[in-house]
């Protein structure tokens, strides 16, 4: 089975250093991997995801993910973090039933960004 | 474009009560549809999804089910809830056929089961 695992529970930053959350991967074949985001009590925001390609991948909000293949790592990075950024991250890959995808989601981790 | 929506944003009900939980999308047709709960503001865990009308496949056995019942709508179910059901439910919708396409998800529904 496809899962992902997130080895941090939390993570803080000061505003305006670069912040990196951690995910990595453990799946049978290509992987298709996925970073949401969740504010508190709303639903979650589709970040970017890695598909094939470029192994730097940039997505929404000015993040972005590198993809390790070596390391089996999809970590999100953001070269300056702001407070507006503090939120939970979730790192998923997607498995194939034969009908649908499904995502199977990591633990989250929240990243607390201070002044 | 594409929006889904969920309601009631949130609920309280007593254990042995009903429940019922409603999604739609609007803007796009045949739709995989999902529920996930999420417990303690944490992991997602995937309940069932549905590819087409009628069409439910469940991921763990429980005390919930869902239909289906248009193509747009997606309905969670149970008989009697327990304490255990308490979580926040979130719906969401990828393009049929999409293998590789992100999900979209709705704005949830926090469950509190008293």
């Known amino acids: 089975a496809q899962s992902v695992a997130q080895p941090e529970d939390q993570v803080n930053v000061a505003e305006g250093n670069p912040l990196t959350v951690k995910c990595t991967y453990s799946?049978?074949?290509?992987?298709?991997l996925f970073w949401y985001v969740q504010y508190p009590n709303r639903g979650l925001q589709f970040l970017l995801k890695?598909?094939?390609?470029?192994?730097l991948v940039k997505g929404s909000y000015g993040f972005e993910a590198e993809f390790n293949k070596s390391q089996t790592s999809f970590h999100l990075k953001k070269p300056s973090a702001l407070v507006s950024d503090s939120a939970l991250y979730f790192c998923?890959?997607?498995?194939?039933?034969?009908?649908?995808?499904?995502?199977?989601f990591g633990t989250g981790t929240r990243l607390q960004v201070t002044l | 474009s594409q929006t889904i929506h969920q309601w009631p944003a949130t609920l309280v009900q007593p254990v042995g009560s009903p429940l019922s939980l409603e999604c739609t999308v609007e803007?796009?047709?045949?739709?995989?549809l999902y529920w996930y709960r999420q417990a303690a503001g944490r992991g997602l865990q995937l309940l069932f999804y549905?590819?087409?009308?009628?069409?439910i496949s469940s991921e763990v056995p429980q005390n919930l089910s869902a239909s289906r019942p248009q193509d747009r709508q997606f309905i969670l179910s149970s008989k009697k809830l327990l304490l255990s059901d308490s979580g926040f439910y979130l719906c969401a919708w990828s393009p049929l056929g999409g293998r590789l396409n992100e999900q979209f998800f709705g704005p949830g529904t926090r469950l509190t089961v008293l």
């Open positions: 803007g796009t047709s045949n739709p995989n």
């Open positions: 799946v049978s074949g290509n992987p298709y």
């Open positions: 998923a890959v997607r498995d194939w039933t034969g009908t649908a995808s499904k995502l199977t």
């Open positions: 890695y598909i094939t390609g470029d192994n």
């Open positions: 549905s590819v087409g009308i009628g069409q």
